[in-house]
């Protein structure tokens, strides 16, 4: 195991950055890590997602869990890989496509690791058709805080046995344990894709063609929403339709969605924005109900760009530093809305609310922490109300 100080990720997951970083290769060597450790540990993949939480309150050892980089097992026929937290993304992606199969999940950040897309809960465009990592992952391997191994899961997909610990470990940016291992649920490669373009003139007509999409018989991969700066949300947008399938099929559909729409022009690939997050400034991911898209845009600042998965109310927005979170979240809060951080300046970043109101959950949250992490040793402070 490297030991070192982090330079690089330290300043993001703490103030101070940690005093040393390790690099286990194996899940024993991660057991061991936590059992010689008295301190405060912060887990973390490639680093491309750590600004994701709120900075963690004390860090006396980063632990990368990148050298955890074997893909352990791939049954083409079960349409199953198992593979190591450290694997990054791209490499799986590769590896499977020459099995004519993939892992429908599409974050945009380069780099990426297995383990960091599952603490951080990451997804893409496709999420519209493929869900989430809550849906695709069957089963994860972690290290408790005492250095204790647990599995949860299997290889088949209908596994029902149990308590389902994938679904509690994403998302929880390494705050209940570290993820060494994840078993996956595949999908074929489409062999076609067509996509459809249409220009939208502000959010209200925005909102509309999503909802004409998702009320409609058409079976799209993604409808996301492009916006820019200077103007208000969701004016002068484009809204991308996108269909995966056998040729026929997403050429017929296509055409079928420039009919619905009223126009748009089809290409065979989704132009070079899609499945892009925007950056610089204040960056938020915003999560509301499907149809107050439009609410939702309107309620941002005129100077915010970003990008919204249309049909699934989650949407990625760069607004202004100086922006009125508190403001903006008590706008949305009436569409179940929320307004994460995702990236701030690092002027601007320790005074911030991160995550915003306390859910009604937060007590069970608690109670969830001090189950599987008593000490309040991994990842301390990372999670919402300071957990």
């Known amino acids: 195991m490297a030991a070192g100080k982090d330079a690089r990720t330290g300043a993001v997951v703490a103030g101070a950055g940690p005093a040393r970083t390790v690099r286990p290769t194996t899940a024993a060597e991660v057991a061991d890590v936590l059992r010689d450790t008295s301190g405060t540990v912060v887990p973390v993949g490639s680093g491309t997602k750590t600004g994701w939480a709120a900075p963690a309150t004390s860090c006396d050892l980063l632990l990368r ?6 893909v352990v097992e791939h049954a083409p026929g079960d349409l199953v890989v198992v593979a190591e937290a450290g694997v990054r993304l791209d490499t799986l992606q ?4 020459g099995h004519g199969q993939m892992l429908a999940l599409d974050p945009p950040e380069p780099g990426a690791t297995l383990g960091g897309v ?3 809960n990451a997804s893409g465009p496709r999420r519209l058709r493929y869900g989430t990592v809550r849906d695709l992952l069957i089963g994860v391997t972690v290290v408790l805080a005492d250095g204790r191994t647990a599995k949860s899961g299997g290889k088949v997909v209908k596994n029902v046995a149990g ?17 060494v291992s994840t078993t996956w649920r595949l999908h074929p490669l489409p ?14 007509e925005a909102g509309r063609l999503a909802a004409l999409v998702a009320r409609s018989t058409l079976t799209p991969t993604a409808v996301e929403l492009r916006w820019e700066a200077g103007r208000a949300a969701g004016t002068g947008s484009e809204l991308v339709v996108l269909f995966e399938s056998i040729e026929e099929s997403v050429r017929a559909q296509s055409r079928a969605a420039v009919a619905l729409l009223g126009g748009g022009a089809e290409a065979d690939a989704p132009p070079s924005w899609f499945g892009a997050r925007p ?11 499907p149809f107050a898209l439009p609410r939702v845009l309107a309620a941002l600042p005129e100077a915010s760009s970003g990008t919204a998965s249309a049909c699934t109310g989650v949407a990625y927005a760069a607004v202004p530093h100086t922006t009125d979170l508190a403001a903006l979240r008590a706008a949305i809060a009436p569409y179940d ?33 001090d189950q599987f992490d008593p000490g309040r040793r991994l990842s301390p402070g990372r999670l919402i109300g300071g957990l």
């Open 94 to 97: 590769r590896q499977l496509a």
């Open 65 to 70: 869990t990148t050298g955890l980089d074997r």
């Open 337 to 369: 809305g929320s307004a994460v951080v995702l990236e701030a300046p690092d002027d601007v970043r320790q005074g911030l609310d991160h995550w915003g109101p306390v859910a009604d959950s937060f007590g069970l949250m608690t109670r969830v922490k």
């Open 163 to 179: 308590y389902d610990l994938g679904k509690l470990y994403t998302g929880a940016h390494g705050g209940l344990g570290v993820v």
């Open 191 to 204: 062999p076609a894709a067509r996509a459809v373009v249409v220009p939208v003139p502000d959010a209200a």
């Open 118 to 120: 599952v603490g951080a």
């Open 279 to 289: 950056s610089g400034g204040l960056v938020l991911r915003l999560a509301f109900e």
